[in-house]
């Protein structure tokens, strides 16, 4: 079982950066592949970036290549988002979600899911 926690959302300018975080308890974080997702409203979810157990490879939406970087620290059981250059249309609710030892691939199913965080890029 992970239990998975996000933080970090808020409300941006168009331009402007944030970072989200996914803290996981347990202690077998590092055995988990994560991924981010979004949802805005009225749309489904679809998978933002993701990132293998081990850290070694990582997959991003088209949408957000070159914009956004996963990361990871299993020392503190922790995924990260780093999102620069936010466009309105990156509004939306993120989401982490954990893969027991995945690739980070979207095509993968994510066993665990956060509450998520609201992010709100203004024009």
């Known amino acids: 079982q992970v239990q998975l926690v996000e933080s970090g959302g808020g409300l941006v300018q168009a331009g402007g950066s944030l970072r989200l975080s996914c803290a996981a308890s347990?202690?077998?974080?590092?055995?988990?592949?994560m991924a981010w997702f979004r949802q805005a409203p009225g749309k489904e979810r679809e998978f933002v970036a993701g990132?293998?157990?081990?850290?070694?490879?990582?997959f991003y939406a088209d949408s957000v290549k070159g914009r956004f970087t996963i990361s990871r620290d299993n020392a503190k059981n922790t995924v990260y988002l780093q999102m620069n250059s936010l466009k309105p249309e990156d509004t939306a609710v993120y989401y982490c979600g954990a893969d027991f030892l995945g690739d980070g691939n979207p095509r993968n199913k994510y066993d665990y899911w956060g509450q998520g965080t609201q992010v709100t890029v203004s024009s």
């Open positions: 990132i293998r157990f081990s850290g070694g490879s990582t």
């Open positions: 347990g202690r077998t974080f590092s055995s988990y592949a």
